[in-house]
C-alpha cells in the first residue's frame, strides 16, 4: 500500500489515451543549437537525488536549472501545461508526461534548452482560421528529473500530482517491465491518486 496523504482531491474522468496525429502534423521540431547564451550548460547535469518509494532517483541527462528558470518553468506548466499518466496504446502501462502547448515557438525552444531534453511538436489545427499551435513533450525519467527542479515552484494542483510522482513513480515503475502480482496492485493504486488530484471547480 502506497503512503500518501493527499489533500483535497476531485475525481474526474480518466485522462485516457493519447489520440494519434497525422505523420505530416506531428513532425519533431529539432533541439536548437548550443549558443553562448548565459544559462545551464548541457554538460552541467542534474547531480541531486530523491529517495523516492525506497529507491534512489537519479538524473537522466537532465540541466540543471537556475531558480529563475525553474520558476518561469514552472510557471508555463501551471499556466498551460500538464502533469499526468498516460498511454499511446490501449494495452501499455501509463507513463509520466510533463507538457506545455503554446502558440510561440520561442517560449517552447527557451524551456527545451534550458532543460536539455525533451521534443516539440506540432499540434493538429482543424481549422484556417486557427493560430498554429505546438507543444513541448517530456516523459518517464526525464520528466522526473524536471518536476525535482521546479516542484516547489508549482502553484496549482500540478504541484500535488509533482510530489505524488517523486514520491512513488519510481518505485511502481520497475524498468525491466517485470510486474509482480503485488507491484501491479500498487502500480493501480498509485494512478489512481495520481489521476484523482484534480483542479477543484
Known amino acids: 500500500m502506497l503512503a500518501h496523504n493527499t489533500p483535497r482531491i476531485l475525481h474526474t474522468q480518466d485522462e485516457g489515451i493519447v489520440q494519434?496525429?497525422?505523420k505530416e502534423t506531428d513532425q519533431a521540431v529539432p533541439p536548437p543549437p548550443p549558443t553562448k547564451a548565459a544559462g545551464p550548460k548541457p554538460a552541467a547535469l542534474l547531480t541531486k537525488q530523491r529517495k523516492a518509494g525506497g529507491l534512489r532517483v537519479a538524473s537522466e541527462t537532465v540541466n540543471a536549472l537556475t531558480p529563475e528558470s525553474a520558476a518561469y518553468i514552472a510557471?508555463?506548466?501551471d499556466g498551460e501545461g500538464t502533469i499526468t499518466l498516460?498511454?499511446?496504446h490501449r494495452n501499455e502501462n501509463r507513463r509520466?508526461?510533463?507538457?506545455?502547448s503554446n502558440t510561440e515557438m520561442p517560449i517552447l525552444k527557451f524551456a527545451q534548452q534550458a532543460i536539455g531534453a525533451g521534443k516539440i511538436t506540432n499540434k493538429c489545427t482543424y481549422s484556417d482560421k486557427h493560430t498554429p499551435s505546438y507543444a513541448y513533450?517530456?516523459?518517464n525519467r526525464q520528466a522526473?528529473?524536471?518536476?525535482d527542479q521546479i516542484v516547489d515552484y508549482l502553484r496549482s494542483y500540478k504541484r500535488l500530482r509533482a510530489a505524488l510522482a517523486l514520491e512513488c513513480y519510481v518505485a511502481?515503475?520497475?524498468?525491466n517491465g517485470y510486474y509482480t502480482p503485488e507491484l501491479r496492485a500498487a502500480r493501480r493504486e498509485f494512478e489512481n491518486k495520481f489521476l484523482g488530484i484534480a483542479v477543484e471547480l
Do not use: D, F, Q, Y
Open 20 to 22: 494519434p496525429v497525422s
Open 75 to 77: 510557471g508555463l506548466i
Open 86 to 88: 498516460t498511454r499511446e
Open 96 to 100: 509520466l508526461v510533463v507538457s506545455i
Open 137 to 139: 513533450r517530456l516523459t
Open 144 to 147: 522526473l528529473a524536471l518536476l
Open 172 to 175: 511502481v515503475t520497475p524498468r
